[in-house]
C-alpha cells in the first residue's frame, strides 16, 4: 500500500533561552539575505558596479521587506490591531504580557510595496541609476528568498491548504488535525523556485536586461501569478471573500500581474 499523506509536527524553534527563542522561520530569513547578497554581489561585479555599495543595499532591502510585509499584513488583513496596537505592528514583541515573539504575520504584497519604494530611495541617493536599473536585477535575489519563506511557512504548519478530500497532503498535527490538506507552501515555493531559474537564465543568457523594466516586470507577472493560482487551494486568511469569489492574496496580486505586463511590452524610448 502507497501511503501518499505526511505527518508534519516538526519543531519549530531552533533554540530557546527563558522566553526568547529563535525559530527555524527567521532561519529561513537569514538564509534568503545571505543568499540574496551574495547572487546581487555576483550581478554589481558583472555590471561594474562598486561592490561598496551592496552594504547600503542589504540595509535598504532588510528593512524595506520587514516593515512593508509587517505593515501590509495588518493593512490588508488586520486592520483593527494596526490601530489599536501599532507598536507591536512595528516591534517584534507583545507587552500584556511581555514576550518576544518574532515577526509572525507578513504580507508579500506589502514586501513589494516596500522594496520598490525603497529602491527608489537607494537608486538616487546611493547608486546614482534608474530605478527600474535596480528593481531589474534584485527581483533574481528577492525570486529565490520567497523560496525560502514558503519553506518557514511550511515549518510553521501556516498559511495552509484546504483539505484535499482524499489520502493524499499533509497531515499538520501542530494544528491538531488528522486529515490531509494541500501542502500550498510547496506549490509556492516550486512556482517561486521556476520564476527564479527563469529570470536567472534572462539576465546572463539573454539581452533582455539591457531593457530597462522588462525583468522586473516578468518577475511582477510569474510570481504573482503563482500566488493568483496557489491561493484556490489555501485556506482564505480573513473570513470574507472578496469580489468573484477571489480572496484579498488575488485581488492584490492582479494589478501587479497587470504592472507587469506593461513593463515587459512596454516600446522602449
Same mark, same amino acid.
Given at each position: 500500500?502507497?501511503?501518499?499523506?505526511?505527518?508534519?509536527?516538526?519543531?519549530?524553534?531552533?533554540?530557546?533561552? !527563558?522566553?526568547?527563542?529563535?525559530?527555524?522561520?527567521?532561519?529561513?530569513?537569514?538564509? +534568503?539575505?545571505?543568499?540574496?547578497?551574495?547572487?546581487?554581489?555576483?550581478?554589481?561585479?558583472?555590471?561594474?558596479?562598486?561592490?561598496?555599495? @551592496?552594504?547600503?543595499?542589504?540595509?535598504?532591502?532588510?528593512?524595506?521587506?520587514? @516593515?512593508?510585509?509587517?505593515? !501590509?499584513?495588518?493593512?490588508?488583513?488586520?486592520?483593527?490591531?494596526?490601530?489599536?496596537?501599532?507598536?507591536?505592528?512595528?516591534?517584534?514583541?507583545?507587552?500584556?504580557?511581555?514576550?518576544?515573539? !518574532?515577526?509572525?504575520?507578513?504580507?508579500?504584497?506589502?514586501? +513589494?510595496?516596500?522594496?520598490?519604494?525603497?529602491?527608489?530611495?537607494?537608486?538616487?541617493?546611493?547608486?546614482?541609476?534608474?530605478?527600474?536599473?535596480?528593481?531589474?536585477?534584485?527581483?533574481?535575489?528577492?525570486?529565490?528568498? +520567497?523560496?525560502?519563506?514558503?519553506?518557514?511557512?511550511?515549518?510553521?504548519?501556516?498559511?495552509?491548504?484546504?483539505?484535499?478530500?482524499?489520502?493524499?497532503?499533509?497531515?499538520?498535527?501542530?494544528?491538531?488535525?488528522?486529515?490531509?490538506?494541500?501542502?500550498?507552501?510547496?506549490?509556492?515555493?516550486?512556482?517561486?523556485?521556476?520564476?527564479?531559474?527563469?529570470?536567472?537564465?534572462?539576465?546572463?543568457?539573454?539581452?533582455?536586461?539591457?531593457?530597462?523594466?522588462?525583468?522586473?516586470?516578468?518577475?511582477?507577472?510569474?510570481?504573482?501569478?503563482?500566488?493568483?493560482?496557489?491561493?484556490?487551494?489555501?485556506?482564505?486568511?480573513?473570513?470574507?471573500?472578496?469580489?468573484?469569489?477571489?480572496?484579498?492574496?488575488?485581488?492584490?496580486?492582479?494589478?501587479?500581474?497587470?504592472?507587469? @505586463?506593461?513593463?515587459?511590452?512596454?516600446?522602449?524610448?
Amino acid at each position: 500500500m502507497i501511503y501518499l499523506s505526511i505527518d508534519w509536527n516538526p519543531s519549530i524553534e531552533l533554540f530557546k533561552i !527563558g522566553s526568547f527563542s529563535i525559530r527555524y522561520y527567521s532561519l529561513m530569513f537569514v538564509i +534568503a539575505f545571505i543568499l540574496g547578497l551574495q547572487i546581487m554581489k555576483k550581478i554589481y561585479k558583472n555590471e561594474g558596479v562598486s561592490i561598496e555599495k @551592496l552594504d547600503s543595499l542589504f540595509i535598504y532591502a532588510v528593512v524595506s521587506i520587514l @516593515l512593508g510585509a509587517r505593515l !501590509g499584513h495588518f493593512l490588508f488583513y488586520d486592520t483593527k490591531f494596526l490601530f489599536e496596537h501599532p507598536l507591536e505592528v512595528l516591534l517584534p514583541v507583545r507587552f500584556n504580557p511581555f514576550q518576544f515573539t !518574532g515577526y509572525q504575520g507578513l504580507a508579500s504584497h506589502g514586501a +513589494a510595496i516596500g522594496v520598490i519604494i525603497a529602491m527608489y530611495f537607494y537608486s538616487k541617493k546611493v547608486l546614482q541609476k534608474p530605478i527600474l536599473w535596480i528593481l531589474d536585477r534584485i527581483v533574481i535575489p528577492v525570486a529565490s528568498g +520567497a523560496i525560502f519563506v514558503r519553506i518557514g511557512n511550511l515549518i510553521n504548519s501556516e498559511i495552509i491548504g484546504k483539505s484535499t478530500n482524499s489520502d493524499y497532503g499533509f497531515i499538520f498535527r501542530q494544528l491538531g488535525e488528522d486529515f490531509p490538506r494541500h501542502p500550498t507552501q510547496l506549490y509556492e515555493a516550486f512556482g517561486y523556485l521556476l520564476t527564479f531559474i527563469l529570470l536567472w537564465y534572462v539576465y546572463w543568457k539573454t539581452d533582455k536586461k539591457e531593457k530597462l523594466g522588462y525583468l522586473f516586470g516578468l518577475f511582477m507577472v510569474c510570481l504573482w501569478s503563482v500566488r493568483l493560482f496557489v491561493e484556490f487551494f489555501k485556506e482564505a486568511q480573513v473570513d470574507q471573500r472578496a469580489t468573484w469569489d477571489l480572496n484579498t492574496g488575488q485581488l492584490l496580486s492582479i494589478p501587479l500581474i497587470l504592472v507587469g @505586463l506593461y513593463f515587459m511590452f512596454r516600446k522602449s524610448k
